[in-house]
């Protein structure tokens, strides 16, 4: 069974603190890696993509993956109470497939 | 104006009745997919379309059935089988990629059981 764990949360920071979003997964074949942001009875919007090991940032958002670790960690920086939210980790590509598995999401609650 | 549109919002099933979810995409996408999110719980794939007039069954199939008869669009059927249907339900669409393919989301349509 291939799975995508994140902390369900709520996770809470401060406005202007650093929010850390976690997720593992359990294929190593996994080769496609994005995060969504879900807000409250909405649809889930994308945030970020990552394919190779390393930061990719985009904005206040940096996306880290370890491969090695089978880790996947989002950063939101000088976080505003907007970004109060659940974030939902997806992973694909996996033995040629398209299907993404996804996580739990994490809710995260910025506080003014 | 691009983008997914999912028709109705929310959509309400009597016992025993089919009701059916619209989708439609003007992105010129290939590849069209249903989910089911449960609270607590994350997206699960129900069926998945990578051409026209072919799909295929994703991990929650039974009770459900779709047809791909234009790019555009991927109606979802929530058939009388389907006895726990009360969810919120995403229609995606993504261009084939390879690796870097990415799921966009439509707004959603609420069902619930009267």
């Known amino acids: 069974q291939k799975e995508v764990e994140q902390n369900s949360g709520p996770l809470s920071v401060p406005e202007g603190a650093i929010a850390s979003l976690n997720c593992t997964y359990s294929?190593?074949?996994?080769?496609?890696f994005f995060w969504y942001r879900q807000y409250s009875g909405k649809s889930p919007e994308l945030i970020m993509s990552?394919?190779?090991?390393g930061d990719k940032e985009d904005g206040r958002f940096t996306a880290q993956l370890n491969k090695a670790s089978q880790y996947v960690s989002l950063l939101i920086r000088d976080s505003q109470p907007s970004d109060s939210a659940t974030y939902l980790c997806?992973?694909?590509?996996?033995?040629?497939?398209?299907?993404?598995?996804f996580g739990t999401g994490t809710r995260l609650k910025v506080l003014a | 104006d691009g983008g997914i549109t999912q028709s109705p919002k929310y959509l309400f099933r009597k016992e025993g009745q089919n009701v059916t979810l619209s989708c439609e995409q003007n992105l010129n996408h290939d590849a069209m997919y249903w989910y089911r999110q449960d609270p607590g719980q994350g997206l699960r794939l129900i069926y998945y379309?990578?051409?026209?007039?072919?799909?295929q069954k994703g991990d929650i199939a039974e009770g459900y059935s779709v047809s791909r008869e234009k790019k555009e669009s991927f109606p979802l059927t929530v058939t009388s089988a389907q006895k726990n249907p009360t969810a919120f339900y995403l229609c995606a669409s993504s261009i084939e990629r390879g690796i870097q393919e990415t799921q966009y989301f439509g707004p959603g349509t609420r069902l619930l059981v009267l």
């Open positions: 990552i394919y190779s090991n």
């Open positions: 997806a992973v694909s590509g996996s033995s040629g497939t398209y299907k993404y598995i």
């Open positions: 379309s990578q051409i026209v007039n072919d799909f």
């Open positions: 294929d190593r074949g996994s080769q496609s």
